[in-house]
C-alpha cells in the first residue's frame, strides 16, 4: 500500500499500522505524509475496508 494524509490523521493511520501488523517500507513528509507499507496478503483486505472508512486519506494497492 502507498498512503497519503494529512497530519491530523497521523494517530488513526498509524493505529492501523500496528492493528494489522503492517510495515512501514518509506515514510515522507512533503505537503501530506507519504507511507508505503507492506502487509500480508490475508490481512491486505481488512487495512483497506479499515482505510476507506477514514476520510481525508487516500491509498493504493501495488501487487508484487
Same mark, same amino acid.
Given at each position: 500500500?502507498?498512503?497519503?494524509?494529512?497530519? !491530523?490523521?497521523?494517530? @488513526? *493511520?498509524?493505529?492501523? *499500522? #500496528?492493528?494489522?501488523? !503492517?510495515?512501514?517500507?518509506? =515514510?515522507?513528509?512533503? @505537503?501530506?505524509?507519504?507511507? #508505503?507499507?507492506?502487509?500480508? #496478503? =490475508?490481512? !491486505?483486505?481488512?487495512?483497506?475496508? #479499515?482505510?476507506?472508512?477514514? !476520510? $481525508?486519506? $487516500?491509498?493504493?494497492? +501495488? +501487487?508484487?
Amino acid at each position: 500500500f502507498t498512503v497519503h494524509f494529512e497530519y !491530523a490523521l497521523m494517530n @488513526n *493511520v498509524m493505529r492501523l *499500522v #500496528k492493528e494489522t501488523n !503492517a510495515v512501514i517500507l518509506v =515514510q515522507r513528509y512533503e @505537503n501530506e505524509y507519504i507511507m #508505503k507499507l507492506s502487509i500480508r #496478503k =490475508q490481512d !491486505a483486505e481488512i487495512l483497506r475496508s #479499515k482505510f476507506d472508512k477514514i !476520510a $481525508g486519506l $487516500g491509498f493504493q494497492t +501495488e +501487487e508484487s
